[in-house]
């Protein structure tokens, strides 16, 4: 549907409202983006390892333009490629991207198919660059690998895309690995949709482990992981690469049985209140080479009369008590948060291409849009807003109304003066200018 040049509001026939404005943008705040992207040398270090595969002899938009032009978008909220229609002469855009027009809806779309396995593993190595690099800068002294997967629904006929039984829908199954200290987003892997939680995490997450180990050997590694991926040649990586490690194990007869032997399901002296137990012992399933550690949780709600147990597998120490570690695996549920924050923010679950290749590259795109947000306002804001979400951000940095006045050599963007925010913004600023990472 076109634009109307102009409308009349009803309850005031004096308004009118129209397109017209000129060179006006309503995302400000990327410019704060670009800024500290610059600071970090996040686009520098994508471009030096970014090597597409491309045919293409004439063209306007390099493929460092346009992968520069997807990430602010997608962190400005305008995830979908059609986007870059409106934006074409965006004066905020144009200027933080360095062109005189951004590219269009076809040429972003095409620049996907233009990825393959090396070009993505690619992306890849520069995250972990760029993820050292602010490690080192925070002086991080623990490291706690988050293991999850999740899922990314699909509604057409993409390649590789399943129905899967956990979530009762069809779509992929991605694996994705996050520091449940800091929030950074350390690795993801799209799968097809079928495929069972744990196939191929040792795979994923053995190059994660083997490289932390090698580059910041001071820091202690951890990893946690939910039931789907209790398999013994996790817990085999841990121990040989020497990571401490809390898995929840599934319940089966004889872990109950163990339970119930530990922890016996008495009358209770007060049916009021609630028991919480946790013991420690010796498990071993057929499936281990060897005993292990296993800690058991056993909850018997007020009014109920038998106990719900819960089991983990662990290497920490006896330094550690058992309540401890049921406790530092209860913290896992942040990542939950990572996950929604990266898919209602940053649309890692926008499965838009038919090819799984094309698919995947998105997916790592809002990746990195992400850890540069998580970059920025870890780095950037101040304390107490330190946790705010994108969601937030946008209203309260990006959204930001502006006029472009060009007057010689220099352009003035000039905010909206009855800006909220606008204390905040220019803190935020003037912390990415004081910057100092070496």
Known sequence: MATLPKMTLDFNRQIKLSNSGGELSSDTGTLLFREFDEKIGFSHTLANYLQLNDERKYYVHSNEDLLHQKLYQIIAGYAEDDAADQLTHDPVFTQLLEKDALASQPSLSRFYDRFDPQSIEQLHRANQELLDKVHQYRESEALIFDLDSTHADTYGDQESTAFNTHYGTVGFHPLVAFDGVTGDFLKAKLRPGNVYTSKGVVDFVKPLIAHYNDKFPETTPFLRGDSGFAVPELYE??????????????????????????????????????????????????????????????????????????????????????????????????????????????????????????????????????????????????????????????????KVACKLVKSGRSLYFKLSSSFVYQAFFWKVLQRIQALKLE
């Open 237 to 398: 990586l841990c121990e040989a690469e020497s990571v401490y490690y809390v898995i929840r194990l599934k319940s089966n007869p004889n872990l109950q049985r163990l339970a119930d032997e530990l922890q016996p399901s008495t009358f209770p002296s007060d049916m009021t209140r609630t028991e919480c137990h946790f013991l420690e012992t010796e498990y071993q399933a057929k499936s281990w080479s060897k005993p292990r550690k296993v800690i058991i949780q056993s909850v018997r709600p007020a009014g109920e009369l038998f106990f719900t147990h819960s089991f983990f597998v662990t290497n920490l120490t006896s330094a550690f008590a058992p309540k401890e570690i049921v406790r530092s695996y209860q913290k896992r549920g942040t990542m939950e948060n990572f996950i929604k924050e990266a898919k209602d923010g940053f649309d890692l679950d926008r499965m838009s291409s038919h090819s799984f290749q094309a698919n995947e590259a998105r997916m790592v795109l809002s990746l990195l849009a992400y850890n540069l947000t998580n970059w920025m306002r870890s780095l950037c804001f101040p304390e107490e807003q330190k946790s705010m979400q994108i969601q937030t951000i946008r209203t309260r940095v990006i």
